[in-house]
């Protein structure tokens, strides 16, 4: 059975940084695209960046040039190292991944950018 658990959210002022974490297991991690995704109070989630299996990577634009994605198929994780932050981030960040046609979330971790 898929399990994701992320890591890694706290409160930060703005312009701070922090590491998001993903644990990965039950799945063969490396051969599978994964996402953090994101969900601001009252908003809609959205996908903030994607890795694919060859490392090859995409963001929303929002975050360009803050954000980066990484993966260690060795140790079946994800990662998000986030700069820059501003209060705009806020939210619950989730780890995604679609697997075998189904999809499977972390149970969150939040981000609080202060002001």
């Known amino acids: 059975q898929v399990r994701l658990v992320e890591s890694g959210g706290g409160l930060v002022q703005s312009g701070g940084s922090l590491r998001l974490s993903c644990a990965a297991s039950?799945?063969?991690?490396?051969?599978?695209?994964m996402d953090w995704y994101r969900q601001a109070p009252g908003k809609q989630r959205e996908l903030v960046a994607r890795?694919?299996?060859?490392?090859?990577?995409n963001y929303t634009d929002s975050v360009k040039g803050r954000f980066t994605i990484s993966r260690d198929n060795v140790r079946n994780a994800l990662y998000l190292q986030m700069n820059s932050l501003k209060p705009e981030d806020t939210g619950v960040y989730y780890c995604?991944?679609?697997?075998?046609?189904?999809?499977?979330w972390g149970q969150g971790t939040q981000v609080t950018v202060s002001s």
């Open positions: 039950g799945m063969n991690f490396r051969l599978f695209p």
């Open positions: 995604h991944t679609k697997y075998r046609g189904s999809n499977y």
């Open positions: 890795i694919i299996s060859s490392g090859s990577t």
